[in-house]
C-alpha cells in the first residue's frame, strides 16, 4: 500500500540554523512528491513538488527538497531558519492514476530566537 | 483572487447531532476534493468532485458521511449522527480541470469537535 513516513513529530531548532525534515515514501514506482506547509490559521500551501528530472527541487520561502530513489526519500532542507518558519511541514504523495493525495503525519517546527 | 474558503472555522457539538461543513473554490476550478486529519494522524483523502459528480469517494469513512456539491460551486459535507471519532480537522481543495495532484490549492480547514 501507498504510504508516507515523516519519522519526526516534533523539531525544535534555533533561528539561523539549517534544517532538514526527513520523508519516506512507499510506492510501487516514483509517485509525484510533494511538501506543503501549514502555518496557524492558514491553509496547507504548496513549497515545492518534484515530477522528475533534477532531484534537487527548489521552492518557495527558501525551502528545498532532494529526491534519492534507491532511499525512497524527499527531505526538505532549509540552510538557514528564520522565526516565521515555524508551522507545520507535510510531505505527500501523489500517484499517477489518481487526483488523491497521500500525506504523511506531519512535523512541527518550533523556532527559538 | 480568493482562495478557497471554508466555513465554519470551528465547530463544536454533542455526539448525535448534525454538522454541516461548507467549502467554496476557487472560482473556476472543477475539481473539489475533501480531506480530514483526524489529531495526530495523516490527512486523508475523504472525496473527490468533478463539477457536480462524485468522482471517486472511497474515502468517505461511513454512511454518516453526505458529500454534495449542487451546481458544481460550493460543496458541503455534512455529518450525521456524529460521533467522537468524526472530531479533526477537515480541508477543501480545489483545483483546475485537468489539474490532478499537482495544483490543489488548500483551504485553512473546519476544526471540527465533537463531544
Known amino acids: 500500500a501507498q504510504s508516507v513516513t515523516q519519522p519526526d513529530i516534533h523539531i525544535t531548532v534555533s533561528e539561523g540554523a539549517s534544517l532538514e525534515l526527513r520523508c519516506n515514501y512507499s510506492?510501487?514506482?516514483?509517485?509525484?512528491l510533494f511538501w506543503y506547509v501549514q502555518s496557524p490559521g492558514q491553509g496547507l500551501q504548496l513549497l515545492l513538488k518534484y515530477f522528475s528530472g533534477d532531484t534537487l527541487v527548489q521552492g518557495i520561502k527558501g525551502f528545498e527538497a532532494e529526491f534519492k530513489r534507491s532511499q525512497s526519500s524527499f527531505n526538505l532542507r532549509k540552510p538557514s531558519v528564520h522565526w516565521s518558519d515555524a508551522a507545520e511541514y507535510f510531505c505527500a504523495v501523489g500517484p499517477y492514476n489518481t487526483d488523491k493525495l497521500i500525506f504523511g503525519t506531519g512535523t512541527r517546527l518550533q523556532v527559538f530566537p | 483572487e480568493a482562495g478557497v474558503t471554508q466555513f465554519p472555522s470551528h465547530s463544536v457539538i454533542e455526539k448525535g447531532q448534525t454538522v454541516t461543513l461548507r467549502c467554496d473554490p476557487i472560482?473556476?476550478?472543477?475539481?473539489l476534493y475533501w480531506y480530514r486529519r483526524v489529531m495526530g494522524k495523516e490527512i486523508k483523502f475523504l472525496l473527490h468532485?468533478?463539477?457536480?459528480?462524485?468522482?471517486?469517494e472511497s474515502g468517505m469513512p461511513n454512511n454518516r458521511f453526505l458529500a454534495e456539491r449542487t451546481g458544481g460551486t460550493y460543496s458541503t459535507l455534512k455529518v450525521q449522527p456524529a460521533e467522537l471519532e468524526d472530531s479533526g480537522v477537515y480541508f477543501c481543495?480545489?483545483?483546475?480541470?485537468?489539474?490532478?495532484?499537482?495544483?490543489?490549492?488548500f483551504g485553512p480547514g473546519t476544526r471540527l469537535t465533537v463531544l
Open positions: 472560482s473556476g476550478h472543477d475539481n
Open positions: 481543495a480545489s483545483s483546475p480541470l485537468g489539474g490532478g495532484t499537482d495544483t490543489q490549492y
Open positions: 510506492y510501487g514506482a516514483t509517485p509525484y
Open positions: 468532485f468533478v463539477k457536480e459528480s462524485k468522482q471517486d
